[in-house]
C-alpha cells in the first residue's frame, strides 16, 4: 500500500531563514505528487504539484519542490520563508492515471518567528 | 467564482446517533471526495462520488455512506456514531479528465464532527 512520510513534526524558524521540508513516498510505480498548505483557520490549498517533465517544479508564494525518484522524495523547499508562512504543510500522493484516492503524510507545522 | 462549500461547519452528535454532512462542488466540477482529517493527522481518504455513483472507496467500514446529487453535491452519511468518528471531515471537488494528469482536487473548509 502506499504511505507518505513526512519527517518533521514542527519546524520553527526565524524570518529569512531557509526552508525545507522532507516528503518521502512508497510506491514502485508511477506517481503524482502534492504539496498542499493549511493556514490558521483556512481551508487546504495546493502549493504545487508534479505529475511528470522537470522534476523541479515551482508553485506559489515561492515555494518549489524537487522530485527525486530514486530517492522516493519529494522535498519542498523556499529560499527565506516570512511570518505569513506559518502554517501546516502537507504532502500527498496519488498513483499514476488514479482519479481519486490522495494518500496524505501527517503533515508539517511550520512556525515562523517574526 | 463560487468555490467548495461544506456544511454544517460544526456539530454535535451522541453516540449510536445517525449524521449527514453536505458539500457543494466549486462551479463547473463533477467529481466529489470525502476525507476525514482526525486531529494531528493528513487527510485520510473515505470515498469519491463521480456520475451519482461511488467510483473509489478508501478503508473506511459500511457505516460511512455517501450519494451524489444531480447537480453534483454531495452527502456524507454517517451511522452508528463512535466516539472515533470524531474528526474534521473534507469535501474536495475536481473536474474530470478525459486524457492528462489526475484531476486537482479543491477542498472545502470542512465540517468539525465530535461525537460524546
Known amino acids: 500500500a502506499q504511505s507518505v512520510s513526512q519527517h518533521n513534526h514542527h519546524v520553527i524558524l526565524s524570518e529569512a531563514a531557509s526552508l525545507e521540508l522532507g516528503c518521502n513516498y512508497s510506491?514502485?510505480?508511477?506517481?503524482?505528487l502534492f504539496w498542499y498548505v493549511q493556514y490558521p483557520g483556512q481551508h487546504l490549498q495546493l502549493l504545487l504539484k508534479y505529475f511528470s517533465g522537470d522534476p523541479l517544479v515551482k508553485g506559489i508564494k515561492g515555494f518549489e519542490a524537487e522530485f527525486i525518484k530514486s530517492k522516493f522524495s519529494f522535498n519542498l523547499r523556499k529560499p527565506s520563508v516570512q511570518w505569513s508562512d506559518t502554517a501546516e504543510y502537507f504532502c500527498?500522493?496519488?498513483?499514476?492515471?488514479?482519479?481519486?484516492?490522495?494518500?496524505f503524510g501527517k503533515g508539517t507545522k511550520l512556525s515562523v518567528k517574526p | 467564482d463560487a468555490g467548495v462549500t461544506q456544511s454544517p461547519t460544526h456539530l454535535i452528535k451522541t453516540r449510536g446517533q445517525q449524521v449527514t454532512l453536505r458539500c457543494s462542488p466549486k462551479s463547473g466540477h463533477d467529481t466529489v471526495s470525502w476525507y476525514q482529517q482526525a486531529l494531528g493527522q493528513g487527510p485520510q481518504f473515505i470515498f469519491q462520488?463521480?456520475?451519482?455513483?461511488?467510483?473509489q472507496r478508501g478503508n473506511f467500514p459500511d457505516r460511512f455512506s455517501g450519494h451524489q446529487f444531480p447537480n453534483y453535491s454531495s452527502e456524507l452519511n454517517v451511522n452508528a456514531l463512535l466516539l472515533g468518528d470524531s474528526a474534521l471531515y473534507l469535501c474536495a471537488s475536481s473536474l474530470e479528465r478525459l486524457a492528462g494528469g489526475p484531476n486537482e482536487q479543491y477542498f472545502g473548509p470542512g465540517t468539525r464532527l465530535t461525537v460524546t
Open positions: 462520488y463521480y456520475e451519482e455513483e461511488e467510483r
Open positions: 500527498a500522493v496519488t498513483s499514476g492515471g488514479s482519479q481519486g484516492n490522495l494518500i
Open positions: 510506491y514502485g510505480g508511477t506517481v503524482n
